[in-house]
């Protein structure tokens, strides 16, 4: 039984806050790691981008909460199997949970361009960008969908924004050249 004093309590709350704030849980130390490792992967450099490409979406890839992180396995799970409806179930319901959850969207995105639902898909990739500004995964989505419905100068552009964070990326060098070409003599 608490015996102190009632107007202790909020005081005793309100130390336990503060000394709580001070205490680092991985918010400001994973956006230090996340940082560096897209400066690593920016190195053009970089022999091992593979392993720094896998830690950074190790990251991205973790919401903060195991119930959220499980429907993203679920979802993705699901968009291995080529299970494409449950998919979406899985993410959508991620999604009204973790709105803020950038890998929620770029995941449900996938699941909506391999069901030929582009209109969605831009507006995941959209909003994943707008969550995370360098989420790679979300700007090939939206380069390969832009030229899949035939914007080729918003294609390259977006290839041209990975190219700054992923130099590495296996399909940019091929896609900057096809562009490039077909593009050629066009305004941008």
Not at 55 to 84: H, N, P, T, V
Request: no cysteine.
């Amino acid at each position: 039984m608490d015996t102190r004093p009632a107007f202790l309590k909020p005081v005793v709350a309100a130390a336990l806050a503060a000394v709580l704030a001070l205490v680092p849980f991985g918010g400001a130390a994973q956006e230090r790691d996340v940082e560096r490792l897209l400066e690593e992967l920016a190195d053009p450099d970089n022999a091992n981008w593979e392993a720094t490409e896998r830690q950074i979406e190790a990251i991205w890839s973790r919401s903060g909460s195991a119930a959220m992180d499980l429907l993203l396995e679920r979802g993705r799970k699901a968009l291995e199997a080529e299970e494409f409806d449950a998919a979406i179930e899985h993410l959508t319901a991620l999604i009204d949970h973790a709105p803020d959850f950038a890998e929620a969207y770029n995941a449900r995105a996938l699941a909506y361009f391999h069901k030929g639902l582009h209109g969605p898909a831009l507006d995941d990739l959209a909003r994943a960008l707008a969550l995370n500004p360098r989420h790679f995964g979300a700007l090939v989505g939206v380069a390969v969908m832009f030229e899949e419905i035939g914007m080729q100068e918003a294609a390259l552009e977006a290839w041209r924004a990975l190219e700054a964070i992923h130099p590495h990326h296996p399909q940019l060098r091929e896609a900057l050249e096809r562009l490039e070409k077909a593009t050629a003599g066009t305004a941008l």
